[in-house]
């Protein structure tokens, strides 16, 4: 999506009534005609754009796409859209490699989608798989920070859509009073010592989709009785996550808000080992503290099992 369309859609969105052409033409710098020509590529992707003689408005927008996610989203990320991808993480990796940052990139289905640990994501049309390109100022050793603030965004875009979300530590997010999986974030970064150069937060959310397209012990905001409308669920997260990444020492609070796993008795599989015990607190950038026979023990990474119900 160019720029200029993008800068349009943004004063459609904003304006309490119908923009005429010279103002358009003013505001975004560019000729009559070049407005004209965007307003007729934006009813092309499927929006109904009025004009008459106060201007051009928009009354209805395509259910989902690049120009769709970008009408009203209320964060600075342009919004790259495929049908279909292999992986959205490594098209924002291709896009870091290039030098571009706040980016989205966003596909209907993906065919080689991944989770954490390099497992299979299942990616069946119908869900959000997104990936965040950005460049944040903080070390590599405040990464986990933004994996937590991803799952927080998803977590309240699943609330706002009507299901009762609830986040496994460190970002699984699933339905609250079961384990079954409503979405997973894997994050990426490349950077030096002192300095990530570029961070690809990855989503998958499991938004308009079948029960019978997942895996067993996997759901969807559809099949939970949420509104499954995926251009707004997108809107949301890239939003919310946005918030955080601007002030990531305000996530902790949120994650724990929301967060099922403290309070649980829990196993967490570790490089240095399996520890066992309550999970007690959650300390920045992420670590789990877990409270074992043998004194509280700070887990910074691992995979983390529940072991009784909440």
């Known amino acids: 999506?160019?720029?200029?369309?993008?800068?349009?859609?943004?004063?459609?969105?904003?304006?309490?009534?119908?923009?005429?052409?010279?103002?358009?033409?003013?505001?975004?710098?560019?000729?009559?005609?070049a407005v004209w020509?965007?307003?007729?590529?934006?009813?092309?992707?499927?929006?109904?754009?009025?004009s008459d003689a106060d201007g051009y408005a928009v009354r209805a927008v395509p259910g989902y796409g690049a120009e769709a996610?970008?009408?009203?989203?209320?964060?600075?990320?342009?919004?790259?859209y495929h049908d279909r991808l292999p992986s959205t993480n490594d098209r924002a990796r291709e896009l870091a490699v290039d030098g571009a940052t706040?980016?989205?990139?966003?596909?209907?289905?993906?065919?080689?989608?991944?989770?954490?640990l390099d497992r299979p994501w299942s990616s069946p049309s119908g869900g959000v798989y997104a990936s965040l390109l950005c460049r944040p100022e903080r070390p590599p050793a405040h990464v986990p920070v933004f994996t937590l603030a991803a799952a927080v965004a998803v977590t309240r875009a699943c609330r706002e859509a009507g299901v009762?979300?609830?986040?496994?530590?460190?970002?699984?997010?699933?339905?609250?009073?079961?384990e079954r999986k409503l979405a997973g974030v894997l994050t990426e970064m490349e950077g030096e010592a002192d300095r990530v150069s570029w961070l690809i937060v990855?989503?998958?959310?499991?938004?308009?989709?079948?029960?019978?397209?997942?895996?067993?012990?996997?759901?969807?905001?559809?099949?939970?009785?949420?509104?499954?409308?995926?251009r707004r669920f997108c809107q949301r997260i890239v939003e919310t996550f946005h918030e955080y990444r601007t002030d990531p020492e305000a996530t902790l609070p949120a994650w724990r808000e929301h967060a099922v796993t403290l309070g649980r008795a829990v196993r967490v599989e570790t490089p240095g080992g399996v520890v066992e015990g309550e999970a007690v607190d959650v300390e920045f950038p992420g670590a789990l503290v877990v409270r074992t026979a043998d004194g509280d023990r700070v887990v910074h990474a691992g995979d983390c099992e529940h072991l009784r119900p909440a």
């Open 37 to 50: 020509k965007q307003v007729e590529a934006l009813r092309e992707a499927g929006f109904d754009v009025e």
């Open 69 to 80: 996610i970008a009408f009203g989203l209320d964060a600075p990320y342009a919004v790259e």
């Open 102 to 116: 706040d980016r989205v990139v966003v596909a209907g289905e993906q065919t080689g989608g991944r989770g954490r």
């Open 202 to 230: 990855g989503i998958g959310a499991n938004v308009d989709v079948d029960t019978t397209d997942l895996p067993e012990t996997a759901t969807s905001v559809r099949a939970e009785g949420g509104n499954a409308d995926r």
């Open 1 to 33: 999506m160019s720029d200029t369309r993008r800068r349009l859609l943004h004063e459609l969105a904003t304006a309490e009534g119908p923009v005429s052409g010279p103002t358009l033409a003013e505001r975004l710098g560019v000729s009559r005609a």
């Open 164 to 178: 009762d979300a609830v986040i496994k530590w460190p970002n699984d997010v699933l339905v609250a009073g079961s």
